[in-house]
């Protein structure tokens, strides 16, 4: 058996900073033993950097990649985020399965680049254009489940059921590469992809739901009593204050109080948003161990809202970060979203508070991953661990900033004053997959992206 050992001058644990750190992986990239305080030895790989575990992205929509930046364009109407939407479901139209990977491919390797090891994919693009099935009806997500196999990153791949319009209308035409109107072709699609993941090194299969707009409340009960309780479950929800006054209409309740009466909400629920809760919502629905997926770069871009963070957190909410539309993929830009948004509406400063731990970046960074971990369904407890695969973002230590850090404002140097240039690299499998700042295979993931976005001509 091939193993190899890094030496790091730090990584950092659930409990905190370990120093000179030797980590030993196998030939799959699992690791095999941590020792720190110890002097390096000659057969190892020096890493002059810090590990933190590896990030974990909650939610997102791959295809949206080939649109970021095209609806910023003011055409002298109302732009909210139903136009935003209308754009997008014009782009969902025209991908084709090899241009699905080739997009796919090119935003999980700048995930990677970002410090991202693991992606929760929303997938709802399941049908030819003209809404009839694929001959292998999990064609798309085969380009997804491909594409992550070819740059290194885990993924857990969602495929969503999307049966409405609206609250009690049926789906638009637009919507046609979305709508499994029977259920059991939904279930058919879901058994599809989980056999197809069966291929993939690090594919996982979760199951979800667009939002109770798009689901009724009889099939959302058959979903819910039918999947393995060990597969997480995600669900937009609360995104919009329309989707708010529209389930006010059809239901009576907003949706987060009608989902918490109807359901029962625990923890292998995602709940993507849930930017408009009431106070009382807002302390339900930490109290289930629900988790919430927070896209704040995404949620600023549209004009969603702001979740209300600060009470959420002090109710002991669990919560992670995704990238959603991919507007901005930079996960400690969107730490910072959360705080800073948090700090301009309470006009007091260090939102993520936790009892007897001060360390606001340490804080951060922990909620963060073991939220996300959820959402692959994975274990919490600890960040690097032997058995798991070594999965890191490595900081680099001789960043002035950094070297001049010491170890008790590390997390909070990295969170509050780092950018990306001072990511040295991304180890996914105990393998280098990002190294100053490239995807090892970046030429060529590039061209084919350049090459099939010119096919689409969406740009």
């Given amino acids: ?55 974990q992205n909650g939610h997102s929509h791959a295809f949206q990649y080939a649109m970021v930046g095209l609806a910023e364009y003011d055409e002298g109407h109302t732009d909210n985020f139903w136009t935003w939407r209308n ?20 935003l999980y390797a700048d995930m990677l680049r970002m410090g991202y090891t693991a992606v929760a994919e929303f997938h709802y693009v399941h049908h030819q254009p003209n809404g009839q099935f694929y001959d292998q009806i999990d064609e798309l997500g085969q380009a997804l489940m491909r594409a992550a196999d070819k740059v290194g990153i885990h993924l857990t791949l969602i495929p969503i059921l999307y049966q409405k319009g609206n609250f009690g209308k049926n789906a638009e035409a637009k919507q046609r590469r979305f709508i499994c109107s029977d259920i059991e072709d939904y279930f058919r699609l879901l058994d599809a992809s989980i056999h197809s993941s069966k291929s993939c090194d690090r594919v996982d299969v979760a ?20 999947i393995d309780s060990d597969r997480p479950f995600h669900m937009h929800i609360s995104e919009q204050i329309k989707e708010i006054e529209d389930c006010l209409d059809f239901y009576k309740q907003r949706p987060v109080e009608w989902l ?15 930017t408009h809760m009431t106070a009382q919502e807002t302390k339900s629905l930490a109290n289930t161990g629900a988790n919430v997926v927070l896209c704040p770069a995404t949620e600023g871009n549209l004009g969603d809202g702001i979740f ?36 301009l509406i309470t006009h007091q400063r260090i939102s993520y508070r936790i009892p007897n731990s001060p360390d606001s970046g340490f ?29 890191a973002v490595i900081v680099d230590a001789s960043e002035p900033l950094i070297a001049s850090t010491n170890l008790k404002n590390m997390c909070n140097t ?18 280098w997959r990002v190294k100053n700042g490239r995807h090892i295979q970046s030429d060529s993931i590039g061209h084919d992206f350049v090459k099939n976005i010119k096919e689409l001509g969406s740009r």
């Fill in 1 to 55: 058996m091939n193993k190899k050992t890094y030496f790091l001058k730090g990584i950092l644990t659930e409990n905190g900073w370990l120093e000179n750190v030797a980590i030993e992986v196998d030939s799959i990239g699992e690791i095999l033993s941590i020792q720190n305080d110890i002097v390096a030895r000659p057969d190892y790989e020096m890493v002059n950097g810090y590990a933190l575990p590896g990030f």
């Fill in 260 to 274: 918490l009466d109807n359901f029962n909400v625990n923890k292998k629920f995602n709940l993507v948003h849930a």
């Fill in 308 to 343: 209300n963070f600060t009470q959420y957190n002090q109710s002991k909410g669990s919560w992670c970060i995704g990238t959603d539309s991919h507007i901005s993929i930079n996960h400690l830009e969107d730490l910072r979203w959360v705080d800073n948004v948090q700090r």
């Fill in 414 to 431: 990295i969170v509050y004053g780092q950018n990306s240039s001072f990511i040295k690299g991304t180890i996914t499998a105990g393998k």
């Fill in 87 to 106: 754009a997008m479901y014009d782009l969902a139209l025209t991908i084709s399965p090899i241009q699905m990977e080739a997009i796919a491919s090119q």
């Fill in 363 to 391: 804080n951060a960074i922990k909620q963060a991953w073991q939220g996300g971990r959820r959402a692959m369904g994975k274990d919490v407890v600890q960040f690097f661990k032997v058995g798991d695969y070594f999965d």
């Fill in 207 to 226: 199951v979800g739901a667009h939002s109770l707009r798009a689901v009724g409340k009889e099939n959302l009960q058959l979903l819910l009593q039918t």
